[in-house]
């Protein structure tokens, strides 16, 4: 089964904007599937922040936001705030073998 | 408000079974529309998904795990639960029940706050 791939680091200053990506293959995100994101704090529950490529949870605020385009999809934080540093991963499906739910790497973002 | 809480051993010896319990309150299971899913990740790595059973008791696993593990369902406890046969080191790790939604490309909307469990002598 697949794995899809993010840097493993991503940094910022406070205020600006940053970007995450996740890259996939014809299997999972090039299938037509969609991506959803989490944030992970250490010692907590992941949180979802985004779900069906460009969705936001209830409560998420609107400067966190996603798209996605053939094999790969992406993860926007406008506005880089000091709490925003966390682990930031993408997950979705992938069709081979039997099937299979998948995540990202995971992309640790440091606030400068 | 929907609360997932994990339960079970810290320790395991090696060639041991592990097994999970996680306790699902502000949502009946039984009502249908969401699978109940485990997760896990290892010290150090990524979230490896481990599988997903439904209301009616059909499960998914994760290829890489299928020959050793077995996750259940008890909607009258609200609980589902999962064994995972013969640990390794490699299966020390945090694990995570959560609830999805019901579709094939699923995502995971609540969360339990994770278990660390060691294999380990």
């Known amino acids: 089964q697949s794995v899809l791939t993010q840097p493993p680091s991503v940094s910022g200053t406070p205020g600006q904007r940053i970007t995450i990506s996740c890259t996939g293959s014809r299997s999972d995100l090039g299938a037509g599937y969609d991506v959803h994101w989490y944030l992970h704090l250490p010692e907590t529950a992941p949180k979802l922040l985004i779900f069906g490529n460009n969705n936001r949870p209830s409560g998420v605020p609107p400067r966190f936001s996603g798209s996605k385009s053939g094999t790969s999809a992406s993860l926007s934080i406008a506005g880089l705030q000091a709490e925003d540093e966390a682990d930031y991963y993408c997950q979705s499906y992938d069709n081979s073998l039997s099937g299979s739910t998948v995540f990202g790497t995971g992309t640790k973002v440091t606030v400068l | 408000q929907v609360q997932l809480q994990e339960s079970g051993p810290g320790l395991v010896k090696p060639s041991q079974t592990l097994s999970l319990t996680c306790t699902v309150s502000g949502d009946s299971m039984s009502s249908g529309g969401h699978y109940w899913t485990w997760t896990r990740q290892p010290t150090g790595k990524g979230l490896e998904w481990i599988g997903h059973i439904d209301p009616r008791g059909s499960t998914k696993y994760n290829s890489s795990l299928k020959s050793r593990v077995t996750i259940s369902i008890d909607t009258s406890k609200n609980q589902f639960s999962v064994t995972l046969k013969s640990v390794t080191a490699a299966d020390t790790a945090v694990y995570y029940c959560?609830?999805?939604?019901?579709?094939?490309?699923?995502?995971?909307?609540?969360w339990g706050q994770g278990t660390l469990v060691t294999v380990s002598p």
């Open positions: 959560a609830r999805s939604s019901s579709q094939e490309n699923y995502y995971f909307d609540y």
